[in-house]
């Protein structure tokens, strides 16, 4: 089982959404159905809109962050446990938010620990092996800033040289990240090393997402 994890950031509005889910549900899903587990992580306000689209039993939702903070008075706020229900992950930690958002590894580690508390999956990002990883994330994303956004993916043998130095326990799932399409994808998932990968660009566009799927088959 490989995980594709399909990061929009801060894209799409409504008519764009609706235009991407049909697009994507007209795909032949099932043709990928027993390889990938796809993880949609929209906007938060698209959320429901996905739940209520795509019902296929491999195709799971996350949410691209959480709040460090439990439920209270947090104005701006979306706690954990309001998502309790309607997603099964959460991105935490992405290179995005460490840089605009400042959020250092404490932080990343509360907001960590309120995805536990609301049953939520967190995929952890790290940067390289200086960035923190809370020992009970099962899912840790590697994604290297150099490599985010700009067509320079990583090479498979530097990636790998990476997961080494990251010191997973055998149960910690290892994700890569940055500059992932259609193209690159199968040499990463062919790898027994790499149990998945996270992708922004690529996925904005149905039909590479799920060409990126397919290529868990090969
Ligand atoms: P990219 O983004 O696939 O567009 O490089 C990856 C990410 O930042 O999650």
């Given at each position: 089982?490989k995980?594709?994890?399909?990061?929009?950031?801060?894209?799409?509005?409504?008519?764009?959404?609706?235009?991407?889910?049909?697009?994507?549900?007209?795909?032949p899903?099932?043709?990928?159905?027993?390889?990938?587990?796809?993880?949609?992580?929209?906007?938060?306000?698209?959320?429901?809109?996905?739940?209520?689209?795509?019902?296929?039993?491999?195709?799971?939702?996350?949410?691209?962050?959480?709040?460090?903070?439990?439920?209270?008075?947090?104005?701006?706020?979306?706690?954990?446990?309001?998502?309790?229900?309607?997603?099964?992950?959460?991105?935490?930690?992405?290179?995005?938010?460490?840089?605009?958002?400042?959020?250092?590894?404490?932080?990343?580690?509360?907001?960590?620990?309120?995805?536990?508390?609301?049953?939520?999956e967190?995929?952890?990002?790290?940067?390289?092996?200086?960035?923190?990883?809370?020992?009970?994330?099962?899912?840790?994303?590697?994604?290297?800033?150099?490599?985010i956004?700009n067509?320079?993916?990583?090479?498979?043998?530097?990636?790998?040289?990476?997961?080494?130095?990251?010191?997973?326990?055998?149960d910690?799932?290892?994700?890569?990240?940055?500059?992932?399409?259609?193209?690159?994808?199968?040499?990463?998932?062919?790898?027994?090393?790499?149990?998945?990968?996270?992708?922004g660009?690529?996925?904005?566009?149905?039909?590479?997402?799920?060409?990126?799927?397919?290529?868990?088959?090969?």
């Open positions: 089982m995980y594709i994890v399909a990061n929009w950031k801060a894209h799409f509005d409504l008519k764009e959404m609706h235009n991407w889910i049909r697009a994507f549900s007209h795909m899903l099932k043709k990928c159905e027993h390889h990938v587990e796809i993880i949609l992580c929209p906007p938060s306000p698209f959320i429901s809109l996905i739940n209520e689209s795509l019902y296929e039993p491999f195709i799971k939702i996350g949410v691209q962050d959480v709040s460090r903070f439990p439920q209270g008075t947090y104005t701006g706020e979306v706690a954990a446990t309001s998502y309790d229900g309607l997603v099964d992950y959460a991105i935490v930690g992405h290179s995005e938010r460490r840089e605009h958002l400042k959020e250092t590894d404490d932080i990343i580690m509360e907001k960590c620990e309120r995805a536990f508390e609301a049953s939520i967190p995929i952890l990002c790290v940067r390289d092996n200086k960035d923190l990883i809370h020992k009970k994330v099962n899912f840790v994303a590697y994604e290297p800033v150099g490599a956004g067509g320079d993916n990583m090479p498979l043998a530097e990636v790998i040289a990476m997961k080494k130095h990251l010191k997973l326990s055998p910690q799932k290892f994700l890569y990240g940055g500059s992932v399409h259609p193209e690159n994808a199968a040499e990463y998932l062919a790898s027994d090393e790499i149990d998945g990968v996270l992708v660009g690529s996925t904005l566009k149905p039909d590479e997402l799920f060409d990126i799927a397919l290529a868990a088959r090969t």
